[in-house]
């Protein structure tokens, strides 16, 4: 049974910082991508940032600078360290896995929360 496993969401003032994980277990090929995405109330879910199994990263203009997204490939997991955190980041932060080819997959994560009071 695939799963992706979230934690070191919570509330945090602006400017602070926060650290937030995604185990995945059950996967028994490469991943190619993980990767963050989140949704705000009344908006659509968009990507804040996205890792490669070789390290490639990319990141959303609103993130850049601020946030970092690594990974250990050995253990399935990838991170997002937040700094300089603004009200606007407050959404709830879904992990992702994927992979493209003969064997294609995309799984999601349950989800954790991110509030950030002004």
């Known amino acids: 049974q695939v799963q992706l496993v979230e934690s070191g969401g919570g509330l945090v003032q602006a400017g602070g910082s926060l650290r937030v994980s995604c185990v995945a277990s059950?996967?028994?090929?490469?991943?190619?991508?993980m990767g963050w995405y989140r949704q705000a109330p009344g908006k659509q879910r968009e990507l804040v940032a996205i890792?490669?199994?070789?390290?490639?990263?990319t990141y959303a203009d609103s993130v850049k600078g601020r946030f970092t997204i690594s990974r250990d490939n050995a253990k399935n997991t990838v991170y997002l360290q937040m700094n300089s955190l603004k009200p606007e980041d407050t959404a709830v932060y879904y992990c992702?896995?994927?992979?493209?080819?003969?064997?294609?997959?995309?799984?999601w994560g349950q989800g954790t929360q991110v509030t950030v009071s002004s």
């Open positions: 992702n896995a994927g992979r493209v080819g003969v064997v294609r997959f995309d799984y």
């Open positions: 059950g996967i028994f090929f490469t991943i190619n991508t």
């Open positions: 890792i490669t199994s070789g390290g490639t990263t």
